[in-house]
Nanobody
Framework: QVQLVESGGGLVQAGGSLRLSCAASGRTFSRDTMGWFRQAPGKEREFVAGIAWSGGRTGDSVKGRFTISRDNAKNTVYLQMNNLKSEDTAVYYC???????????????????WGQGTQVTVSS
């Protein structure tokens, strides 16, 4: 089993930065596909970033601003968010799956486990 706990959310001004963390426990982390999704009030869940041994990708709305990385020694995946915009305000969810190719990283169905979410609020 895999358990995921997000942290690092908060309030930041537009143009600022935050780093979200997702601590994973359970089955071998190094082989897991990890992703970040977000959901704003009244909107559908949106792919933010995903990473696997086959490579990683970011969603179009955050490309060039957000970076996903993982530290297997700490069983943690990160989302570095730079140049934040008010449109980035959402609850951010960490997710984990056992395998994905590049195309699958953006699909919620790829992920078997989900964290509880952490709120990110960007003020303009």
């Amino acid at each position: 089993q895999v358990q995921l706990v997000e942290s690092g959310g908060g309030l930041v001004q537009a143009g600022g930065s935050l780093r979200l963390s997702c601590a994973a426990s359970g089955r071998t982390f190094s082989r897991d596909t990890m992703g970040w999704f977000r959901q704003a009030p009244g909107k559908e869940r949106e792919f933010v970033a995903g990473i696997a041994w086959s490579g990683g990708r970011t969603g179009d709305s955050v490309k060039g601003r957000f970076t996903i990385s993982r530290d297997n020694a700490k069983n943690t995946v990160y989302l570095q968010m730079n140049n934040l915009k008010s449109e980035d305000t959402a609850v951010y969810y960490c997710a984990a799956g056992y395998y994905s190719g590049y195309d699958g990283l953006k699909e919620p169905s790829t992920y078997n486990y989900w964290g509880q979410g952490t709120q990110v609020t960007v003020s303009s």
